[in-house]
C-alpha cells in the first residue's frame, strides 16, 4: 500500500498496530467467498472432498493480498472521515 493518499494526502500508517483490526474485518470476506465458492464447488461440480480443500486451499492463498487490502481500506474508512469533493492538499 502506498504511504499517504494521492488524492487528500491522508497518511496511511496512522500508528502502530492500527491495521491489526483489518485481520478482523478480512475474516467475514473470507468466510463468504468461501461459502460461495464451497456451494458452486462442492454443490453444482460435484467436486470430491480432496480436491476441493486443495482448490479452495489455492484461491483463497492466491486472493488473501486483494482481501488483505480491501480490509485494510474498509478498516481505515471506519475511522477516517472522507470529503470527496475536499480540496487536494500539497504536500
Known amino acids: 500500500m502506498p504511504e499517504r493518499c494521492p488524492v487528500c494526502n491522508q ?41 476441493f480443500f486443495v482448490v479452495i486451499s489455492v484461491i483463497l492463498f492466491s486472493l488473501q493480498p486483494v482481501i488483505i487490502r ?5 478498516w481505515i474508512n471506519i475511522f477516517v472521515d472522507f470529503e470527496k469533493d475536499a480540496p487536494k492538499k500539497l504536500l
Open 11 to 51: 497518511d496511511f500508517k496512522i500508528e502502530p498496530g492500527f491495521y491489526i483490526g483489518a485481520l478482523w474485518t478480512s475474516f467475514p470476506i473470507v468466510i463468504v467467498i468461501m461459502t460461495i465458492l464451497s456451494i458452486f464447488l462442492l454443490a453444482y461440480l460435484k467436486m470430491e472432498m480432496n480436491l
Open 70 to 74: 480491501l480490509a485494510r481500506a474498509i
